[in-house]
């Protein structure tokens, strides 16, 4: 399925299940199907949403940098809630979409009633220099994917043992990861890992705006991320926080066992 932003950009869509709705949001560089796993075991108690952003997967893909930003992306992730016809909903965000999420939270606070932040941030993520993310866009918008991926595989980020070990062990795992690099947009990567490097802290902000429960998730061996995890549930005391062993920066891939038992038990007990 797919539906039109409001500014003319098509989208892909899936939905499945009854009840309550339930909006996951992929990070930078993934894909919808990053959840396709456990939608069935969310769905039997959900309406649940996934998507890709544009510049993703089989969303279409502008050439206009103006098409990026976290704000556009923030509009992006309502729009699909109102496709699905939610007045309001759970939300998920993983990495970039965390960081999108909680700018959702901010901007339309009495449309999420629960809030899952998964191997993301508040703000600029710990460690990450901005003058050689800088640079990395600059090869994105100028020189384009080819030289990009040259760049990336000298100084890879996020990779764990985790990581590894799901290339290894699991079939088609490193296929899957070479058609999301595939469906990439190069502008969008540009354009948006200097959103990234060069975003706002938002934490205290969305400590004073959010109405509903939340849950930070991070994967044990996603140091960066783990960093910003704990600065959350010290900013927001009433936070869950759940750290998944065995597990990198996506672990509802590298622990899903753990990662599903942490999303119900979660999701539960909530009106």
């Known amino acids: 399925m797919s539906f039109t932003t409001s500014d003319g950009v098509r989208l892909a869509v899936e939905k499945a299940g009854t009840g309550p709705g ?3 949001v992929h990070g930078f560089g993934g894909a919808k199907e990053d959840f396709s796993d456990h939608v069935a075991a969310l769905a039997r108690d959900h309406t649940v949403v996934i998507f ?23 509009a992006d992730v309502l729009e699909v809630a109102d496709w699905a016809g939610f007045d ?6 993983h990495s970039m979409g965390g960081m999108i999420a909680r700018k959702v939270v901010i901007a339309a606070p009495q449309r999420v009633d629960a809030l899952v932040m998964m191997d993301t941030s508040c703000g600029p993520i710990p460690g990450f220099d901005p003058e050689l993310i ?18 990336l595989e ?23 990861e070479e058609r999301k690099w595939a469906d990439l947009s190069a502008v969008m990567w540009g354009v948006m890992v200097r959103e990234m490097a060069h975003q706002t802290d938002d934490l205290a902000t969305l400590a004073s705006t959010l109405p ?20 959350m549930k010290d900013a927001i005391p009433a936070a ?18 753990a990662w599903i038992e942490a999303m119900t038990k979660f999701l539960a007990p909530i009106p």
């Open 22 to 24: 339930l909006v996951l």
């Open 52 to 74: 890709d952003h544009r510049g993703h997967g089989a969303s279409e893909k502008p050439e206009d940098p103006a098409a990026y930003s976290f704000e556009r992306m923030v």
């Open 88 to 93: 309001s909903f759970r939300l998920l965000g």
């Open 134 to 151: 800088e640079a990395a866009a600059e090869v994105a918008l100028t020189r384009g994917k080819a030289a990009l991926k040259e760049l």
């Open 154 to 176: 000298m100084a890879p980020v996020l990779e764990t043992p985790a990581h590894q070990r799901v290339l290894a062990e699991r079939p088609g795992y490193q296929a899957f």
């Open 212 to 231: 509903a429960p939340m849950m930070v998730v991070v994967g044990e061996q996603d140091k960066p991320f783990v960093i910003a995890s704990h600065g």
């Open 240 to 257: 869950e926080l759940v750290v998944i062993k065995n597990a990198g920066h996506s672990p509802q891939f590298e622990n899903p066992e």
